[in-house]
């Protein structure tokens, strides 16, 4: 089966500063690879995903970038804000009709300090 | 975007009864639900795969007899934890993917933390 891992378990941040977290995958069939936001107590919330089609997806201060040949992806946020801190979670899976069976990495508890 | 709503949020039980909880599709159907579970500063592990109107799918080490999945319509899917124990005391959480293919995109409910004592 998929094996998802994650780095770092935690990072904190200066306001403003960018943060990186990276992922890599075992399964080469894995073509869908999402990122999720989590706040203490309350449910994973999408924040970004990529296919596996293309090597990079931008949406406003996050980017996804995805290497199929080496197995990984990486998220970057820039211009940290404090809302930004949370548990973030990247996942990986193949995209069918009756799947879609999610795989997550471990999460990275994300602190940006003022 | 589609909600997926879970009930109940929170439940305290004692050792050794059963607890059931709903997950909900509020504006679409849903052929496969999938449950997970989480403990503090973990990750979610998939326990099983439910698919409507067959049975569930477990994933090694989920006992089947212990946690009963049933999905009996294309907007609901149950789980319930029997003969429960303080180890398995964690935050279940549903997720719910429509019957539209394409856009891969999972809708998580709210999830229900379960307390046994």
């Known amino acids: 089966g998929e094996n998802v891992e994650q780095h770092p378990s935690t990072l904190s941040v200066q306001e403003g500063d960018s943060a990186v977290i990276k992922c890599t995958y075992s399964?080469?069939?894995?073509?869908?690879f999402p990122w999720y936001k989590q706040e203490l107590g309350k449910r994973p919330q999408l924040i970004i995903d990529?296919?596996?089609?293309?090597g990079e997806k931008k949406d406003q201060r996050i980017a996804v970038t995805l290497n199929k040949t080496a197995k990984h992806f990486s998220l970057h946020i820039t211009e940290t804000q404090p809302e930004d801190s949370a548990v973030y979670f990247c996942a990986a899976s193949r995209l069918e009709a009756a799947g879609n069976k999610l795989t997550f990495g471990g999460g990275t508890r994300v602190l940006v300090k003022p | 975007g589609a909600v997926v709503s879970q009930h109940p949020s929170r439940v305290i039980c004692k050792s050794g009864t059963s607890v059931k909880i709903e997950c909900r599709s509020l504006d679409f159907q849903a052929t496969t639900m999938f449950w997970y579970r989480q403990f503090p500063k973990q990750s979610l592990m998939l326990m099983a795969t439910s698919n409507e109107g067959s049975k569930a799918t477990y994933e090694q080490g989920v006992e089947k007899d212990k946690f009963l999945i049933n999905h009996a319509s294309l907007t609901l899917s149950t789980l319930t934890v029997t003969s429960a124990h303080p180890e398995d005391s964690s935050f279940y959480i549903c997720?719910?993917?429509?019957?539209?293919?394409?856009?891969?995109?999972?809708?998580f409910g709210e999830g229900s933390r379960l307390t046994v004592l």
């Open positions: 399964d080469s069939a894995s073509n869908y």
């Open positions: 990529i296919r596996s089609n293309v």
């Open positions: 997720s719910a993917r429509g019957l539209a293919t394409g856009t891969g995109e999972l809708f």
